[in-house]
């Protein structure tokens, strides 16, 4: 694990005279975990430039874990307390883990489609045409099971009018797929960045099939157990408070933070996590709207007819945006260049979301 005080590497800290925080006794020290995915980096941002500490935090952030699935594992096994998960609560949940998503760490409150750091990838003579996704029939394709890259090829398949029998998936982890691709085991990749624009640097005649195009709403939420939620309300709210304020850093800088995902993500080059942040600052939002509902039940919807979960739960169990409010509330400021988040669909007390 990773804490402020061994911060990464010898980078420089932005606010030094943060450092007396320390000193108070009321410090709350919090584990957090993250996913090795660009559109994970606003929980390094929030702590290396300083934000933690100035809302009266001591994050300490577990290694990055290739998979949401694997970041799961680790808030069981008490490694984390919070961790930045999508489409892997889903399966969690069913299988009896009680969590509740806080906020998000990726995706939009002001709109529904959102998937501009996702991109399916193909070898040089997969025989895969950009123009006719129909083209993808037969073709062994890597996506990492029970994912947001998961969900997002089921999309891309629904798309062209094309079943998960019309083609092979093979389950591979992000970090692994760009071997696969150059080894020729697989004729294409779903991803998140930055491994569909590594895949496009280091294997030779790569492309890009298609990148985004709205064919999912992003899931990806701060997730925390039920058990730990109720007893630590305030730390939550000072916590997506430090994500918001570095969430907004990361929108107005966002080379900067490509020069802290190359601390974080293992191999990450400078330029490729340049081009992947153009892409992740697109849906940088922490906020939660009735947006964030229908996304997540649309991702479960579609498991479950699609035949990969045999069972769905309410989401409203499962979404507590009682904190997140509170902090949209008191600090409009943190989310100023934004867009609005449209009436029809801000929350209220007493939200319940119905399909």
Do not use: C
Not at 255 to 260: L, T
Not at 276 to 286: E, G, L
Not at 301 to 306: G, M, N, Q, T
């Amino acid at each position: 694990m990773i804490s402020r005080r061994s911060v990464l590497m010898g980078a420089a800290l932005a606010m030094p005279a943060l450092s007396s925080l320390r000193a108070q006794s009321n410090i709350v020290k919090v584990k957090a975990g993250m996913v090795t995915g660009i559109d994970q980096i606003g929980l390094p941002v929030a702590l290396e430039r300083g934000f933690f500490e100035k809302w009266g935090l001591d994050v300490i952030i577990a290694r990055p874990y290739a998979t949401g699935v694997d970041a799961l594992n680790a808030l069981q096994a008490g490694e984390a307390e919070m961790v930045q998960v999508g489409v892997p609560m889903i399966g969690a949940v069913l299988r009896g883990m009680d969590l509740v998503a806080l906020g998000n760490y990726s995706g939009n409150a002001h709109k529904l489609g959102s998937d501009a750091t996702m991109a399916l990838v193909a070898r040089e003579g997969s025989g895969i045409d950009a123009k006719d996704l129909s083209t993808l029939r037969g073709k062994k394709i890597a996506a990492s099971f029970g994912t947001i890259n998961h969900l997002y090829v089921l999309a891309l398949l629904e798309k062209a009018g094309l079943t998960v029998n019309d083609v092979t998936m093979v389950n591979t982890p992000p970090p692994d797929m760009t071997v696969a691709l150059l080894a020729k085991g697989i004729d294409a990749f779903s991803g998140w960045d930055p491994w569909p624009i590594v895949a496009l640097k280091d294997v030779p005649g790569a492309y890009q099939v298609v990148r985004g195009g709205g064919v999912i709403s992003y899931v990806g939420f701060n997730v925390a157990t039920r058990a730990w939620v109720d007893k630590n309300g305030d730390t939550i709210v000072k916590m997506l408070s430090a994500l918001s304020e570095g969430d907004k850093w990361m929108r107005a800088n966002p080379m900067e933070a490509a020069k802290i995902a190359t601390r974080w993500i293992p191999g990450l080059k400078p330029d490729v996590a340049e081009a992947a942040m153009q892409f992740n600052v697109q849906q940088t939002d922490r906020r939660l709207s009735a947006n964030n509902y229908r996304a997540l039940y649309n991702a479960e919807e579609r498991l479950h007819r699609l035949g990969f979960i045999k069972e769905t739960f309410d989401v409203n169990k499962h979404i507590n945006p009682r904190f997140i409010l509170q902090v949209m509330e008191k600090n409009p400021e943190l989310f100023s260049d934004l867009p609005p988040i449209p009436a029809d669909v801000a929350l209220k007390p007493g939200y319940v979301f119905k399909p």
